[in-house]
C-alpha cells in the first residue's frame, strides 16, 4: 500500500495524541517530529521510533521525504507554519481552530489555493458516527426545513486550568458544534450574542452561552461550561438538538454510553474520538487521519474540513466572543 510519509509540528499534549493516532492508519507513517523543546523531542522520538526530528518546522519542510505534516501547535501559532508547509509543497492536517483570527483564516485559505497540497483543517465532530447520521438524515429532508439547533458540550474543570489561559470556551470549543450547525444547515452566522461567566479568575472565562441567527432565519443556542465539578464521572456532556418543519434530530455522545466503576468512582471515558485500544488510538480522530491521507494519496480536494468551512466557524465564534465583552450582538456579513 502507497503510504504518506507525515511529520508533526507542535508536541503538546495533542500533538501526542496525533502520534499515537498516526500509528494505527496503515496509508500514513509517523516519519518526522517537531518542537522547541529538545527534551519533549527526545522522549517523543524515543515513544514512536522516529529518527528525523527537528526543533525548527522550516528544517523539516524542508526535507523532501516528508509529504504532509500535521500542524497542533497553539491556535495563535498556526499561521506561519501552516503557509509555509503549503509552500513548501506539503499536504497539511490543521488543527482547529484554523487560526486566531479571521485575517490569518484568510492568508492560509489564500496560501492553499496557490499551492499543490491539500489543507485538512481537523474539526473532528463531522467524523463522529452519530453527527454523521444526523446530517444524512437531513440530507434526505427526513425533518424537512431547519428551524431551531441546540448544543450542550460541557467538560470537567480538571481538563481546563491551562487550556484557558490559552483560549475560551467559545472558540475552543463551541467552535465544534458551530461548525457542525453549518454544515447542518447549509447556511451562514448572521448574526451572534453571548454571554459568559468567570468562575475561576483564569486568562479566559469557565463558561460560554452563544445565540446564533443564521440567514435562512433558524436560530440557534449553544452551552460551553468547562468547570463541571472535579468528581463528574464523565469526560464531556455533548448533546445536540435539531429541530425541523417535519422533524426532530437528537445527537448524543459520552454520557453515559459507557460506566466503569473501580474503587475510587464510576468513569464514563471517550469511546468516540479518540479512544485507545492497544497502545493506538482509534475513533473520530483515526477516521479523519485517514480521510486525510486518502485525499493527499489520490490527489483528491477534501470536501469535510475544508478552509472555508473552518474560516466561517471561526468567524462566528470570534463574534461570539465580542459579544461577550461589548454586551451587543454582533453582526457578520
Not at 503510504?3 to 492508519?25: C, D, K, P, S
Not at 482547529?96 to 497540497?117: F, Q
Amino acid at each position: 500500500m502507497e503510504r504518506l510519509r507525515i511529520g508533526i509540528i507542535g508536541l503538546g499534549w495533542f500533538g501526542e495524541i496525533h502520534a499515537e493516532t498516526i500509528m494505527g492508519v496503515p496509508n500514513l507513517e509517523l516519519a518526522a517530529l517537531c518542537t522547541r523543546s529538545p527534551g519533549r523531542l527526545a522522549e517523543l522520538g524515543n515513544k514512536f521510533n522516529v529518527k528525523k526530528t527537528f526543533t525548527d518546522y522550516n528544517e523539516m519542510l524542508a526535507d523532501p521525504d516528508i509529504d504532509a505534516v500535521s500542524i497542533c501547535t497553539m491556535w495563535d501559532q498556526h499561521t506561519e507554519p501552516a503557509i509555509a508547509a503549503l509552500r513548501a509543497g506539503k499536504h497539511v492536517f490543521l488543527e482547529k481552530p484554523i487560526a486566531s483570527t479571521v485575517a490569518d483564516a484568510r492568508k492560509i485559505l489564500a496560501a492553499a489555493k496557490e499551492t499543490r497540497g491539500i489543507l485538512f483543517i481537523g474539526h473532528i465532530v463531522r467524523f463522529n458516527p452519530r453527527y454523521r447520521m444526523a446530517k444524512q438524515a437531513i440530507d434526505e429532508g427526513r425533518i424537512g426545513r431547519i428551524v431551531a439547533l441546540s448544543s450542550r458540550r460541557n467538560i470537567p474543570a480538571s481538563w481546563t486550568p491551562t487550556i484557558l489561559n490559552k483560549i475560551g470556551p467559545i472558540v475552543g470549543d463551541a467552535i465544534h458544534d458551530t461548525d457542525i450547525m453549518l454544515w447542518f444547515t447549509g447556511d451562514r452566522v448572521v448574526s451572534a450574542y453571548a454571554q459568559t461567566t468567570d468562575v475561576r479568575g483564569l486568562k479566559h472565562p469557565d463558561i460560554g452561552q452563544t445565540m446564533y441567527r443564521f440567514a435562512g432565519g433558524a436560530t440557534a443556542t449553544l452551552e460551553t461550561v468547562w468547570c463541571m465539578p472535579e468528581k463528574t464521572p464523565f469526560d464531556i456532556d455533548e448533546r445536540m438538538s435539531i429541530i425541523g418543519t417535519e422533524g426532530i434530530i437528537h445527537v448524543q455522545d459520552t454520557f453515559p454510553n459507557l460506566g466503569i466503576v473501580d474503587n475510587t468512582r464510576l468513569h464514563s471515558p471517550d469511546t468516540t474520538y479518540w479512544p485507545v485500544f492497544d497502545g493506538v488510538r482509534g475513533g473520530a480522530l483515526r477516521d479523519e487521519f485517514s480521510y486525510f491521507a486518502n485525499c493527499a494519496l489520490k490527489g483528491e480536494t477534501p470536501t469535510l474540513g475544508t478552509p472555508e468551512d473552518a474560516t466561517a466557524a471561526l468567524e462566528a465564534t470570534i463574534a461570539a466572543e465580542e459579544s461577550a465583552r461589548t454586551g451587543n450582538v454582533i453582526k457578520i456579513g
